[in-house]
């Protein structure tokens, strides 16, 4: 037997292990941060597999660290698991089984590690969702001795990995002056107004936009009495861009537009960052294309992005300090269905899903022995990686 094939059944013995987290946190949804048995329940598995944890890890009660090492000289393969859920729909992002798949691999690929030298390390990556803990992790040296960093995500297509939008999250608050809105309407400063100046700013400002950039917000506080000038207002914003360098300059017209309502309606105004900034992502070509051929072999035909149809994801942020992936795989048996939906959520408990699980698993497992086994596909991605 070929080491593929070795590794082939190493995955297929996985079934069973890998259906049953997958389930277990599927009807255990929890939300960033909290992912108290999410996150267990994964670390069990790999102990279970022989893995040795860190956790909590990076300075999140729910990460962890779990690693498998050879013994022998090679590189250091990281796959990195996600297990937050969304508020009221549960796992509407799939990442019940993001999580599995990634730390799938990382068990698939320790089955055979042995033979070729090396490490594999799964790294559980908290609250994708909101505060984006890859982005504090890929800042603070978790990545310093890692060679290639991968991550898939389930989706309606077999997208190969692209790029994602940077992501600025601003909070801005107006404080005027309250008043009764009859009797007194002049001694009051009118916080809304600020608030309604600052939308319609950004309104106008949308003509001079990049059309690829992106603007929306909603009003999280807007006064609290129709017959009091309200005096306090509070609104929060996500701009994007596809790269980080147009981003900033949008975000700065942006807290100009808030600074002229400010003025204008006599309020002072304040704004930060409520969620972390996350960068673009950008794709190491060679290591896509490994993962590309990898998943062909087994029968999924990767198709490139869409453009126009990117979000923002923390691997962004990883991409920029280690050669990564962040490709996308099919669970709905070709049909369109959205993201973030009862629908979408529930295809991660059908048939077809499991039977791409495993078929992922192996993809992402094969490309960390190419990585491992090719030195000179390492040496292509990282003189890659630096030339970006
Ligand atoms: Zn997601
Ligand atoms: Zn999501």
Known sequence: MTIKERLHQAVTNLEDDLRGLSDYIFANPELGHQEFKSSKAHIELLEKHGFTVEAPYAGFETAFRATFDSGQAGPTIAYLSEYDALPSIGHGCGHNMLGTVDTGAGIALSKVINEIGGRVVVLGTPAEETTGTKVDMANSGVFDDVDVAMCT??????????????????????????????EAPDEGINALDAMINLFNSINSLRQEMRPSARVHGIITHGGDAANVIPDYTRAEFYVRALDTPYMNILSEKIINCAEAAALASGCTMKHKDFENIYKDMITNETLSQAYNKNAGELGIDMVPEKVGENGSIDMGDVSHVV??????????DGKRVIGHTPEFRDCTQTPFAYDMMLKVVETLARTGIDVIEQPQLLEAIKEEFHNR
């Open 153 to 182: 995500h389930p989706s309606d297509e077999n997208t190969m990995s692209g790029t994602s939008m940077a992501i600025h999250p601003i909070a801005f608050e107006f404080f005027g002056k309250p008043a009764h809105a009859a």
């Open 323 to 332: 050669p990564s992936i962040h490709s996308y795989y099919s669970i709905t």
